[in-house]
């Protein structure tokens, strides 16, 4: 299966995991968010996506990647669709829609300004829904994350270990067969026990109280749904391990200066510092070539 191909089925998959989580955990879980804020943040995310796609098929005299029928617009929300339920799902703002509303225009925003030319065509390079709510959580100070029991409130017992133990199971399925990206999942892990043990052996850190967050389900969705987006990550391996540990070593930078959302911050941090690399590489690509033509 080609790699565009793979990319369209892991869309599918993950479009529809993150609807089944997040009907079963307003109706059964306990989830803390409001309804209207699903349905906001879904409108915002389509309605920007939409309008961003006709703005820049327009500008570029092409045609809308949502025409030519069902399939088509489908496939092309399925990006919006899951970048609305996980900012519902991961903000929380009371009742206050406005934030969630801006999460999600961000997160759809920043694809069609943040990208460039790369040898795979132009790409954009931040993950939309870590870069909604990262950017949420800085120009709304007062608005947080869900709380993490919100996932496992209502049931305990062999389904509380159940659910955690499907969650990762299924992850690791898509992550294997669609995203390819097992080995960046991996190097974040690793990175993740090890600046746990760096920070005891240097600051006296308790180590179980550093490796806690990894017994929320929120770090789980983040490990296997968010860091390991096909689209904004790299492809070869080598290139995956070090994105993955850079991941790792950001969040231990960030939470010894006692910055909070570590996870969402040192991802952005992350695929900031990727993005100027490649602006870089674009723009040597291009000098290299002016100067040929010249030659020739």
Request: with cysteine; glycine share 8%.
């Amino acid at each position: 299966m080609k790699q565009q191909d793979l990319r369209l089925a892991a869309l599918r998959r993950f479009a529809l995991a993150i609807s089944i989580l997040t009907i079963l955990g307003h109706g059964f879980l306990g989830f803390e968010p409001s309804y209207a804020s699903v349905f906001v943040s879904l409108g915002v995310s389509y309605t920007v996506e939409l309008s961003l796609e006709t703005i820049s098929a327009w500008s570029t005299q092409r045609i809308p990647r949502y025409t030519g029928g069902v399939l088509p617009m489908v496939n092309f929300l399925l990006s919006p669709h899951i970048s609305g339920l996980a900012v519902a799902m991961l903000l929380y703002a009371n009742e206050n829609l406005m934030p969630i509303a801006f999460a999600a225009a961000v997160a759809n925003g920043s694809k069609y300004i943040f990208n460039v030319k790369t040898e795979r065509g132009t790409r954009h390079f931040f993950n939309p829904s870590n870069t909604g709510i990262s950017m949420t959580l800085l120009a709304f100070p007062w608005v947080g994350i869900a709380p993490p029991y919100q996932f496992t409130e209502n049931i305990s017992g062999y389904g509380d270990w159940g659910f955690v133990i499907f969650i990762c199971i299924l992850g690791t399925f898509l992550n294997a067969r669609f995203t390819k990206r097992i080995p960046l999942i991996a190097a974040w892990l690793i990175g993740f026990f090890l600046q746990a043990w760096l920070r005891n052996c240097y600051f006296g850190t308790s180590v179980v109280a550093a490796l806690n967050p990894m017994t929320g389900l929120a770090f789980l969705l983040f490990t296997f749904y968010m860091i390991s987006d096909p689209g904004t990550t790299p492809f070869k391996t080598r290139e995956q391990i070090i994105f993955g540990a850079s991941v790792a070593l950001f969040y231990a930078v960030l939470v010894m200066f006692h910055v909070v959302f570590g996870l969402f911050f040192s991802l952005f941090i992350v695929c900031s510092i990727r993005g100027a690399y490649l602006y870089y590489q674009a723009w040597s690509d291009d000098a290299a070539m002016t100067l040929k033509e010249g030659a020739g």
